[in-house]
């Protein structure tokens, strides 16, 4: 009876075995089958590129908010690599100019991908916009030009700070005009950071075009 039970038990133990080797074996076959039916996925950007990753305003802290000599205002912006920084902010003491940086604007990452940080006034111009009479503030039509006989980098410091950890960039204005032969306060002013489609600047005059008459908005600005 012993003897028995002991050859069903392994009978069963064989039986169930071999259906679980069976099993096993059915299961990767149909794993090896279905990888030879894999299928792609194909993601695509349909978003239209716009031509600033980032824009703002500045001012002075004062009433009216205007940048007197020997006063400072920053802003912080995020920029990728091979991106440019413009801005734009009325010399007061004219009938219609303004600084801004030079086309296409400020450079924020050498040809290596490292930030720029530090002194960057030399980036900084003096424009006369076109729209007035410099002496006597009549209306008149010209292209925009370059002021000549002016350092702008004397009237105006620009500094680069760049945050590691938030991958930001701070620039800090500073009105250096005091005791120069063009002291004048600065006007709140705009920024904005041009975009980069991989092969070019999106937008590489964002404000204005020299050599060409101005529009509204920089017009308001001078």
Do not use: H
């Not at 069903?8 to 089958?33: G, P, Y």
């Not at 004062?62 to 912006?77: A, D, E, K, M, N």
């Not at 440019?84 to 007061?92: D, R, S």
């Not at 000549?148 to 410091?157: E, G, I, T, W, Y």
């Amino acid at each position: 009876m012993n003897k028995f039970i002991f050859r069903t038990s392994v009978l069963a133990a064989a039986t169930l075995a071999a259906f679980t080797l069976s099993s096993c074996s059915d299961s990767n076959d149909d794993m090896i089958m279905d990888m030879g039916f894999q299928r792609s996925i194909t993601f695509e950007n349909v978003v239209t590129p716009k031509d600033f990753v980032e824009s703002g305003s500045f001012q002075g802290t004062g009433t009216p908010p205007i940048i007197l000599p020997g006063q400072t205002v920053s802003i912080t912006f995020s920029a990728g690599k091979t991106q440019a920084l413009m801005f734009a902010t009325m010399y007061g003491a004219s009938k219609d100019w303004f600084f801004a940086s030079q086309q296409p604007g400020i450079k924020l990452f050498d040809a290596n991908g490292n930030a720029i940080t530090g002194d960057a006034s030399s980036s900084v111009r003096l424009w006369d916009n076109g729209s007035k009479d410099d002496t006597t503030g009549q209306a008149e039509s010209k292209p925009i030009m370059q002021v000549p006989n002016v350092n702008a980098s004397q009237l105006m410091k620009l500094n680069l700070a760049y945050n590691d950890v938030s991958s930001e960039f701070t620039l800090t204005i500073t009105n250096t005009s005091g005791g120069t032969a063009n002291e004048t306060p600065f006007s709140p002013g705009v920024w904005a950071v041009s975009n980069y489609n991989g092969s070019q600047l999106l937008n590489s005059a964002p404000f204005f075009t020299p050599n060409a008459l101005s529009n509204p908005e920089i017009t308001d600005i001078a």
